[in-house]
C-alpha cells in the first residue's frame, strides 16, 4: 500500500501545468481612435479686441508601433499618464499643450504666442464608435 502511495504523489508531482498566457493588456486601446467635436479658438493681439470662432474638428489618436505607451495625437507624439493625461509646456514657454482622454472623450487645451499676440484653443469631442 505504501508503495501505491508513493507511486500517485510521484506521478501527480511529475505532471506539468503551464499556466495559460494571457495577453498583455495594453492601456492605448482605451484611447485609440477619431473623435469629433467643437474647437473654439480665440485670436488676441496687442492692439485689437480679441477675436473667438467656432468651428468643428476630427482628430485621429493612434499608437505609436514603434514605442510601447507612446500615442500619437494628429502628428504630435505623446507618453499620457495611466489616466491619460498629456501636458507639454514649450522650452520658450509660448506654448501649451493640455490634453485628457478617457471615457471616450478628449479634451485638448493649446495655447501659443508672444508678446504681440497669439491663439488659445479648446478641443471638446468623444470617440466616433
Same mark, same amino acid.
Given at each position: 500500500m505504501k508503495i501505491g502511495k508513493w507511486l500517485i504523489i510521484i506521478l501527480l508531482g511529475s505532471c506539468t501545468h503551464d499556466k495559460p498566457v494571457l495577453p498583455t493588456l495594453d492601456t492605448r486601446d482605451a484611447w485609440v481612435g477619431t473623435y469629433q467635436?467643437?474647437?473654439?479658438? =480665440?485670436?488676441?493681439? +496687442?492692439?485689437?479686441?480679441?477675436?473667438?470662432?467656432?468651428? =468643428?474638428?476630427?482628430?485621429?489618436? +493612434?499608437?505609436?508601433?514603434? =514605442?510601447?505607451?507612446?500615442?500619437y495625437v494628429w502628428n504630435q507624439r505623446v507618453l499620457p499618464d495611466l489616466n491619460g493625461y498629456i501636458k507639454m509646456n514649450d522650452v520658450s514657454g509660448y506654448r501649451l499643450w493640455e490634453l485628457q482622454l478617457g471615457n471616450d472623450s478628449l479634451i485638448l487645451y493649446t495655447a501659443s504666442g508672444g508678446l504681440g499676440?497669439?491663439? #488659445?484653443?479648446? #478641443?471638446?469631442?468623444? +470617440?466616433?464608435?
Open positions: 467635436g467643437t474647437k473654439t479658438s =480665440t485670436f488676441w493681439t +496687442r492692439s485689437q479686441p480679441s477675436v473667438t470662432h467656432t468651428d =468643428t474638428f476630427s482628430l485621429v489618436v +493612434r499608437k505609436d508601433p514603434d =514605442t510601447l505607451g507612446y500615442l499676440g497669439g491663439v #488659445y484653443e479648446s #478641443y471638446k469631442g468623444n +470617440r466616433m464608435k
